[in-house]
């Protein structure tokens, strides 16, 4: 069974700060995709990692992906307000079955001004 | 806005009750996936129909059933509902079958069950 775990669950930063949320996975995977999800909102997809080194970057956020080590990382860089929100990273299954997404608990990011 | 579209967007009801959810996907999507978010189980994937088909099942309920129907809408109907149905059910689409695109997210059901 595929378990999805993130961390920190909670961050709490200063604006201008950088910092970095881990996600690893417990079974093989081709697929990972980052998620933002506001308060009472929807889930804005943010980023799709496809192949192992793969990173790709959106203003202050940076994504990238290992494979072998069955980990993602969301950086952030010199944190504002806005980005203060709920990140998720979900993993899809790695043969040909559907493309049901494992969610991971969510990072509970707050950018203090 | 993603062009998934959901409705109802609040349902409040009573346990025992049967609900029905509907889900429009994107324009030329023919995957629809349903998932529920709750406090204490976090996001999880419910089902998947592809072109009117089952294609994926996850930690769905026997109480819970769903289909897609050839105009592509989907329905995730709810039965003999319980406290703990209470969640904010997503309905989300993609292109294609097991492919690797991005899967977009309608506003939500919220579901509150009293």
């Known amino acids: 069974e595929l378990k999805v775990e993130q961390n920190p669950l909670f961050l709490s930063m200063q604006e201008g700060k950088n910092y970095t949320i881990y996600c690893n996975y417990s079974?093989?995977?081709?697929?990972l995709y980052w998620y933002r999800q506001d308060p009472g909102k929807s889930l804005e997809s943010l980023f799709v990692l496809l192949s192992n080194g793969a990173v790709k970057q959106e203003g202050r956020l940076m994504a990238s992906l290992d494979t072998k080590a069955r980990l993602s990382t969301l950086h952030i860089t010199a944190a504002v307000h806005d980005l203060s929100a709920t990140y998720f990273c979900a993993v899809g299954p790695n043969f040909n079955a559907g493309n049901m997404l494992t969610f991971g608990g969510g990072t509970r990011l707050m950018v203090k001004p | 806005d993603s062009g998934v579209t959901q409705t109802p967007k609040h349902l409040i009801t009573a346990t025992g009750q049967r609900v029905t959810l509907r889900c429009s996907p994107r324009s030329g999507d023919l995957s629809v996936y349903w998932y529920q978010q709750s406090l204490d189980q976090g996001l999880q994937f419910l089902i998947q129909y592809y072109n009117g088909e089952e294609r994926a099942k996850g930690n769905i309920l026997e109480r819970f059933s769903a289909q897609q129907f050839p105009d592509l809408h989907s329905e995730l109907n709810l039965s003999s509902l319980e406290l703990g149905d209470s969640a904010l059910y997503f309905c989300?689409?993609?292109?294609?079958?097991?492919?690797?695109?991005?899967?977009?997210f309608g506003p939500g059901t919220r579901l509150l069950v009293l």
């Open positions: 079974t093989t995977s081709d697929r």
């Open positions: 989300a689409s993609s292109a294609g079958l097991a492919g690797k695109e991005t899967q977009y």
